[in-house]
């Protein structure tokens, strides 16, 4: 029998990944910039209160993004929804180059971010269904490995050039993207579901690597679709109503929010100010560029670790290393809040910093959207992921505009305190309620949901 490779999954999963590798960039985006945009010499004046709506417009705006894509997954397919998503990606570096006030930047932030609530309404779904068992859980840290790329690309050129130059080089990525993921294949599970075996055979033998499929090959997609068909179209119903569905709901809503209330959003969003601010003695644009690399290691040893130490022990120790940090950070701002001297000490809020974004990368950032491709039946995935996404959006905004509101009238410690006491009480709810699902079927994942209790789960050793 002919042994299926992984070869081409892989370079399917890089080529579709550039649209979130572009989100990256975005994201990145405003912590050089912001720096810049409130200088005197600015040639977009911006305020410290318009600078945290162009930070925060970005996570609230996914969540048109997220009913656009919503709309069209299923119906245009997962590889015509992901070149749309190119549209907006453009427009938006488009807009931040012919920038004349902070306008066109809150419109250009938005653009942005729709286009990365479509991102991350499809792609989790195309990595779900393009990829083996086998290997699932390390491609689909692929998704945080090319969104740290992004971002380090950001942290690496946007302190050195001009606003415009940084544009021009996040518009070459939608072009890019575009150009690379024609050649991709279509899902095989949504070929499918439309009806189409002989496209889906093409597909899956590309994917696999193979010239003849063996009869299982096509067997578990064929399964799923049947189990979509008989249970109908998922309704917001079947999510609330089913068992095991809402137990999957609580877990991913819950994971979406810990993301945002460990504080990431606002730490990457004003990364540049607060080692400005903790008196940094590095230029702050190396300082950028160590966090930009640090979170690519974080995201690379999470895509070999998710499928050797299972999700769960690397969630969970993810989240000890991001509460560890987070307050050595809010340690160092207190110091200075009761009047200590702490020019000796900035290293603290440098290594904490650092040490923060590189255990969130290598767990509780790249797991996210691995559990949620994974926990939930394909007839309610895309209500459920879209949910995800709303979750995120709100919880990001409200995070990164918090920040700056908390930081400005209680200091910077008392937000750290509260990011690292929220992370605590998160950490908890995991290690009680998260079940494993490393290299397991979804059919095995979904019976577990349905038939086992919490206290059944066992954590898996790396």
């Given at each position: ?128 269904e393009i990829s083996e068992d086998r290997v699932r859980g390390a491609l689909g840290v692929i998704i945080n490995l090319m969104d740290s790329v992004g971002i380090l690309l950001a942290y690496s050129v946007g302190p050195w050039v001009s ?222 992921t879209m949910w995800a996404i709303v979750i995120i959006s709100v919880s990001a905004m409200t995070v990164t505009k918090l920040y700056q509101i908390v930081a400005d009238t209680y200091g910077v410690h008392a937000a750290f305190w509260g ?44």
């Amino acid at each position: 029998m002919e042994k299926s490779s992984i070869g081409n999954q892989i370079i399917t999963m890089l080529a579709a990944t550039l649209s979130t590798l572009c989100g990256g960039i975005h994201t990145g985006w405003t912590s050089p910039s912001l720096v810049k945009l409130q200088a005197n010499n600015s040639d977009v004046p911006v305020t410290p209160d318009q600078g945290s709506w162009i930070a925060s417009i970005y996570p609230i705006s996914f969540i048109p993004g997220v009913f656009i894509a919503g709309l069209i997954v299923n119906r245009w397919g997962r590889k015509v929804t992901l070149h749309l998503i190119a549209i907006p990606e453009a427009l938006a570096f488009a807009l931040i180059i012919a920038a004349k006030n902070y306008w066109w930047l809150y419109i250009a932030r938005a653009l942005a971010g729709v286009s990365s609530g479509m991102t991350c309404t499809a792609i989790p779904m195309y990595l779900g269904e393009i990829s083996e068992d086998r290997v699932r859980g390390a491609l689909g840290v692929i998704i945080n490995l090319m969104d740290s790329v992004g971002i380090l690309l950001a942290y690496s050129v946007g302190p050195w050039v001009s606003r415009v130059t940084l544009g021009c080089v996040g518009l070459a990525v939608p072009v890019i993207f575009t150009l690379s993921f024609l050649w991709m294949p279509e899902s095989p599970h949504f070929l499918v579901m439309k009806d189409k075996p002989e496209e889906a055979e093409k597909s899956l033998k590309w994917l696999l690597k193979k010239t003849v499929l063996s009869p299982e090959d096509l067997t578990k997609i064929k399964e799923n679709v049947e189990f979509e068909k008989k249970n109908d179209k998922g309704t917001i119903k079947d999510l609330l109503t089913e068992k095991g569905n809402r137990k999957a709901l609580l877990i991913v809503t819950v994971l979406m929010c810990t993301q945002q209330i460990s504080g990431v959003s606002a730490i990457r969003a004003y990364t540049g100010l607060i080692f400005t601010r903790a008196g940094a003695t590095l230029d702050v644009g190396i300082v950028l560029i160590i966090i930009g690399v640090v979170q690519f290691i974080g995201g690379l040893l999470g895509m070999f670790l998710v499928d050797h130490a299972g999700r769960k022990p690397l969630l969970l120790y993810s989240i000890a290393g991001c509460v560890i940090c987070l307050i050595g950070e809010a340690v160092y701002f207190q110091l200075e809040a009761i009047g200590v001297d702490v020019s000796s000490l900035t290293w603290i809020s440098v290594t904490s910093i650092v040490g923060y974004l590189l255990s969130y990368s290598i767990g509780l950032g790249c797991l996210a959207f691995v559990i949620l491709s994974e926990l939930f039946a394909y007839n309610v995935k895309t209500i459920a992921t879209m949910w995800a996404i709303v979750i995120i959006s709100v919880s990001a905004m409200t995070v990164t505009k918090l920040y700056q509101i908390v930081a400005d009238t209680y200091g910077v410690h008392a937000a750290f305190w509260g990011f690292a006491g929220a992370t605590i009480l998160a950490g908890l709810f995991f290690y009680f309620v998260l079940p494993e699902t490393k290299q397991k079927s979804f059919a095995d994942i979904q019976k577990n949901l349905r038939n086992s209790n919490a206290s059944d789960t066992v954590i898996i050793k790396a």
